[in-house]
């Protein structure tokens, strides 16, 4: 067992895999295409965080950048209806549970460095257990850097990023946009720009400013990497890197109590 800890996931297998669930103290990233899950997972997470200790949760506050602005308060508190009956009908829990999720929605490269500095200090005041940063990938299509510019302005956030959760040890759930699988199947998974609103089945295609962005420099910082695919009408979590696990993949569905198997 890792001294650290783990946020389980509410799916059994993965958890089971992951040796508890998401570890803390690592950065893991969900990647996958356009409706895939990604953020109803991150839902759940933040939900599970912010839970008290006596219904299995971390009983803490959740710091969510939402890049995208993605985030619903109204569908996380229906997942926790769904999920979490007897906590959420409690009188004034639904309130106090999304008052433990602090929403950032940085809408540039620059206002998200503002978000990680002004972070670094809460994560010690507000007793914070999760952060989520969802998505990375969207930052990098807004602003006009191009090139070697952009790749040195997104070091300094992958290195901020890895260090946040190494000297907080809380984890650190990040989610990449990708497009879907080629056609023969294998896995072409590349960083896409956002706002083209694909459906999961659509066609790869490669988005080299992304891929140059983030590049290997954020391989190395991501300790856990999850991708969420469909194939055949079925979604699937793949545990694609993991220093704990084989690569394994587990079923999973979207319904009102949010990801389940
Ligand atoms: P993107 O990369 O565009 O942000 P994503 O991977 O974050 O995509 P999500 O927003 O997490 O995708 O998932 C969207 C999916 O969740 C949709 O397929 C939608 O049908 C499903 N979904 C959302 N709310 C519900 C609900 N209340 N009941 C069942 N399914 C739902
Ligand atoms: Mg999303």
């Not at 839902?43 to 219904?55: C, E, I, Q, R």
């Not at 997942?79 to 639904?94: K, R």
């Not at 972070?119 to 990375?136: A, E, N, R």
């Not at 930052?139 to 890895?162: A, D, T």
């Amino acid at each position: 067992e890792n001294m650290a800890g783990h946020l389980p996931t509410s799916l059994k297998g993965l958890d089971n895999a992951l040796c508890g669930g998401i570890p803390f103290g690592v950065v893991t990233e969900l990647v996958g295409p356009a409706g895939i899950g990604k953020t109803q997972f991150c839902l759940k997470l933040s939900l599970l965080a912010s839970l008290p200790s006596s219904y299995g949760g971390l009983d803490g506050s959740v710091i969510y950048i939402d890049t995208e602005s993605k985030f619903s308060s109204r569908r996380m508190i229906e997942i926790g209806f769904n999920s979490f009956p007897e906590v959420f009908q409690t009188e004034g829990m639904a309130q106090e549970m999304a008052g433990r999720i602090l929403v950032l929605r940085p809408t540039s490269l620059s206002e998200f460095t503002e978000s990680l500095q002004k972070i670094k200090v809460s994560l010690f005041q507000h007793g914070v257990k999760l952060l989520i940063i969802d998505s990375m990938a969207a930052l990098l299509s807004g602003e006009g850097v191009q090139g070697p510019q952009r790749q040195h302005s997104l070091g300094w956030h992958i290195s901020f990023i890895k260090s946040v959760a190494e000297f907080s040890r809380i984890p650190v759930v990040v989610t990449n946009q990708v497009r879907s699988q080629s056609r023969d199947g294998t896995s072409h998974y590349s960083f896409q720009e956002q706002g083209r609103g694909e459906s999961p089945e659509a066609a790869t295609k490669l988005d080299s400013h992304l891929v140059a962005a983030l590049g290997i420099h954020w391989a190395h910082a991501v300790s856990i990497r999850l991708i969420f695919e469909s194939k055949s009408g079925q979604r699937f979590i793949k545990l694609a890197k993991s220093p704990v696990s084989p690569p394994l993949a587990f079923p999973f569905n979207i319904t009102s109590s949010g990801i389940s198997l």
